[in-house]
C-alpha cells in the first residue's frame, strides 16, 4: 500500500484581499507622486525666484552701464555729421568764410549735444546708457533744423565778429 499525499493548492487569495493589497501599493504610488510634485513645484518656485533677482540684476545693469569708448565716438561723428547738415541747411546756398562756417557748426554741434542731454536726461552725452545708444544715434540722425527756435541759430556776437572783421579785410 502506498501511502500518498495528497497536495493541496495553496489556497486562493480572497478577491477583497487582492483589493486592499492593489489600495495600498497605489496608496504608496500615490504618496511617492505626491513627494516628487511637491518638490517640481519648490523647484519652479525657487527658479520664479531665481528669475526676479537676474531680472533686478539685469535692469540695474541696463540702467548703470555707459557707452563705451567706441560708442561714443560714433555718436561724436554722428553730431558732427548732423551740425554740417544743419549749417549747410541753415545758410542755405549763402557763401560765408570759412571762419564763419566753423563757428556756425560749433554753435550746432553744442544745440545737438543739449538735444541729447535732455532727451536722455544726462549732464555729459558720455552717460548715456549704452541699451539707448541706438536710440541715441536715431535721435541725432532725426533732428531737424526746425527743431531749434530762432533764438537758438541766430547769430552769436562771436559770427557777427567774424563778419565784421572779414568784410574790414575784403
Excluded at 28 to 55: G, P, R
Excluded at 93 to 117: A, D, H, T
Amino acid at each position: 500500500m502506498s501511502t500518498q499525499t495528497a497536495i493541496m493548492p495553496a489556497p486562493k487569495q480572497n478577491g477583497l484581499e487582492i483589493v486592499y493589497k492593489t489600495l495600498g501599493l497605489q496608496t504608496e504610488q500615490a504618496e511617492a507622486l505626491k513627494k516628487i510634485v511637491k518638490e517640481v513645484i519648490d523647484i519652479k518656485e525657487e527658479q520664479l525666484v531665481l528669475y526676479q533677482k537676474t531680472n533686478e540684476r539685469f535692469d540695474y545693469i541696463e540702467n548703470t552701464i555707459t557707452l563705451r569708448d567706441s560708442e561714443c565716438t560714433e555718436l561724436q561723428r554722428a553730431v558732427m555729421l548732423k551740425a554740417s547738415e544743419l549749417v549747410k541747411e541753415f545758410l542755405d546756398g549763402q557763401s560765408v568764410s570759412q571762419n564763419y562756417y566753423s563757428s556756425k557748426k560749433g554753435q550746432f554741434i553744442r544745440l545737438v549735444y543739449k538735444r541729447i542731454k535732455s532727451r536722455f536726461n544726462v549732464h555729459k552725452y558720455t552717460l548715456v546708457t549704452h541699451v539707448e545708444f541706438g536710440k541715441a544715434m536715431e535721435f541725432v540722425n532725426d533732428i531737424k533744423l526746425n527743431d531749434f527756435s530762432e533764438v537758438e541759430t541766430r547769430e552769436t556776437v562771436k559770427q557777427i565778429e567774424i563778419k565784421q572783421l572779414e568784410e574790414k579785410n575784403d
